[in-house]
């Protein structure tokens, strides 16, 4: 039996919460660019120092340490707490608990001091996974606790998600698996649509209950799809546990090979991060894998390695399953009974039923090997007892329940998640119509004020048209990169890939869908967004309609080295119509072989961003094509008419008819955010 598989456990930064190493290059690059000593470096340490937690804890700590100073000379304590929390984060991920709970406190008092609840919840719930750690779990549960009532004073939904899933993984190791599975699910239904890490982290530790219940196909389909999750999203923290995770049920269901391939990447990734606690769990599980191989010698190599670390660690309840396994190796040893004796005696500590039934199993054998049969049989009627403790049948019962509940729930979402979008979209339309009656409305009153109050008033009244033409040309672009069409057109193609029986097809379509529509809805409202912002929804746009038009056509974005899109500011979605046209009047006309090419460069200080399509081009002969691809020339057009009235000039677009296809160019007055 294998005891220590990972539980996935869910930080919250008071920042930034990816650990993606694509983030921590950007915001090294954004550091690097920043020299000055002041609030805006202070900001980017702590993203940078959160980020490192699941990449490299070490170098987090050292950069969380840098920020700990700035914030002291400048004096900010919101901040300096920041820095503290993402010091014991990393600490944490690094094993060093006691460490990890000092800087804990040192941030809850610092929140707590200048009123800062959202603050306090935060740093509560990373030191209630210290105290889960420390196998304290009648004081993680504390924690977690009153963090979550702040969390729901504050309406803070992704914290109530967070204190939901961290109380299933406090009940698991409890063995209450009903509570387990009813926490972990209703911390998901707080998750925000297209939080990948977060479903990850939610299928891992659902299939952490089956694997539990010994339901080992739903254990293992529950753990392969977070494992696909996490190596999409390079999340190798992620990885690594899953594949722990995916190793212990391959054993447990008699594949002790393949558990073994598992342990040993999920080992390889956890030296290259440096977490000591889930390098110990790697070794004995590895060590474990080995026994049941009759590799004795290599199996005790591993566990003392193992033991090592969990001793340094002071985790109670895997040093208890570590012990218990090193017994067992040598039943006949002297020092036997004392290994498992101690072992009880920490599993009680820590409150760890499974660890206390398997420790009185191994120590009924051994009292029988040495001819004590009365202890032996008391030895194994306490084993029974705890074990039906925890495998009776009404939590059997409930946790069927649980899943049936569950399933139901999940299709009912796909379909309510597409009844809301449409409606969604629909009270968009009105509130916008809305807003243009009372721009109207206002500007017929200034009208009419202007012709008593002469000339200042005149000026005013340009300054509303001015504005009504921007809210007007807004929602126009709004509906043209939402158009009925595309709607419609989307949610045919989920249905056509659930009546195919393709339910992963329709999953990935809808969660990119719904991820577009949320990205286009919020960044219609700014005036500016990053060119990342604004090509990722661009790249979300044409994924949908590669998939939806079975890669009809290929795609290429390129951006220029001298650009920096992290840094460039451009308008929103003023390339999609572009884009759109490309699709619709120009390579969806072609059997195959459709290209779109979308090149953004720096000349002569403008951002000039060229897309050319190999459809028909406007010298198709086709009048009505040419009229289709009008509509968004016209609408962005007024957008940048609008621009060059803000920039003093500067923005235009041209068109280039080419022996195949269409060019269109557009120019961009250069905008930084630094």
């Known amino acids: 039996m294998i005891k220590r598989i990972w539980m996935l456990v869910c930080l919250i930064s008071v920042l930034s919460a990816t650990a993606q190493q694509q983030a921590v290059d950007s915001l090294r690059k954004m550091l690097d660019g920043h020299p000055g000593q002041d609030t805006v470096r202070l900001h980017l340490l702590n993203e940078l120092a959160f980020a490192y937690y699941a990449v490299d804890p070490a170098e987090g700590v050292t950069i969380a340490e840098e920020a700990i100073a700035l914030a002291r000379r400048i004096d900010h304590p919101r901040l300096l707490a920041a820095a503290y929390n993402s010091k014991g984060t990393n600490l944490w991920a690094k094993g060093e608990d006691s460490l990890a709970m000092e800087a804990g406190e040192t941030a809850l008092g610092i929140h707590q001091k200048a009123g800062n609840k959202l603050g306090a919840a935060k740093a509560l719930n990373n030191l209630a996974l210290n105290y889960y750690n420390l196998s304290d779990f009648g004081k993680a549960l504390e924690y977690h606790e009153t963090a979550l009532a702040l969390f729901r004073e504050l309406n803070h939904h992704t914290g109530i998600a967070h204190s939901f899933s961290n109380m299933g993984v406090v009940y698991l190791s409890l063995s209450d698996y009903p509570k387990a599975l009813r926490h972990f699910l209703n911390g998901a239904r707080y998750w925000e649509n297209g939080d990948s890490a977060a479903l990850a982290n939610t299928y891992l530790n659902v299939g952490l209950v089956y694997k539990n219940m010994k339901d080992y196909p739903r254990a293992m389909q529950y753990a392969s799809d977070a494992l696909d999750i996490y190596v999409r999203i390079g999340q190798k923290q992620g990885e690594a546990n899953a594949c722990g995770n995916l190793g212990t049920i391959s054993s447990e269901n008699g594949d002790t090979a393949a558990a073994l391939r598992y342990y040993e990447r999920a080992l390889e990734l956890n030296n290259a991060i440096g977490n000591k606690r889930r390098i110990a769990s790697d070794l004995v599980n590895i060590a474990v894998a080995y026994r049941k191989m009759n590799d004795i010698p290599a199996a005790a190599a591993y566990l003392q390695k ?258 920096d899109p992290d840094n460039t500011l451009v308008p929103p979605l003023i390339l999609q119509p572009f884009v759109e046209n490309s699709i619709w009047h120009g390579v969806s006309k072609r059997e195959n072989g459709g290209r779109i090419l979308i090149d953004i460069r720096q000349h002569d200080g403008k951002l000039r961003c060229r897309i050319a399509d190999n459809g028909p081009g406007r010298n198709s002969g086709k009048p009505a094509e040419a009229g289709k691809r009008s509509l968004g020339t016209h609408i962005t057009q007024s957008r940048i008419d609008i621009l060059n009235a803000q920039q003093n000039g500067g923005a235009d677009i041209t068109f280039t008819d080419m022996p195949q296809g269409l060019q269109v160019t557009v120019s961009l007055p250069l905008m930084l955010k630094f």
């Open 306 to 563: 193992g033991l090592q670390l969990y001793e340094q660690t002071n985790d109670k309840e895997n040093t208890a399953f570590t012990l218990i396994n090193l017994a067992g190796l040598y039943p006949h040893a002297p020092t036997t009974l004392p290994t498992l004796r101690k072992a009880l005696r920490l599993a009680e500590e820590a409150g760890s039923l499974q660890n206390q039934s398997l420790a009185w199993e191994t120590m009924s054998k051994t009292y029988e090997r040495s001819g004590r049969h009365a202890a032996a049989l008391d030895a194994y009627r306490r084993h029974i007892l705890l074990r039906d403790s925890i495998y009776n049948s009404a939590k059997t019962k409930e946790v069927a329940r649980q899943q049936i509940q569950f399933e139901f729930e999940k299709k009912e979402a796909l379909l309510k998640a597409a009844h809301e979008k449409d409606n969604a979209l629909a009270q968009a339309e009105i509130e916008r119509r809305k807003a243009i009656e009372v721009a109207i409305m206002a500007g017929a009153i200034i009208l009419l004020a202007a012709s008593a109050a002469g000339y200042a008033l005149f000026r005013k009244k340009r300054n509303a048209e001015f504005r009504a033409k921007i809210a007007d040309t807004e929602m126009k672009a709004l509906r043209a990169q939402m158009n009925p069409h595309f709607i419609f057109n989307s949610l045919n193609a989920i249905s056509n890939f659930i009546d195919r029986n393709e339910p992963q097809l329709a999953d990935d379509y809808l969660m990119r869908f719904s991820k577009l529509v949320r990205m286009i809805l919020e960044n219609s409202g700014l005036k500016e967004i990053s060119l990342t912002d604004d090509l990722q929804a661009l790249q979300l746009y044409l994924e949908l309609e590669a998939l939806r038009l079975k890669d009809r056509f290929t795609y290429e974005v390129k951006v220029d080295e001298a650009v």
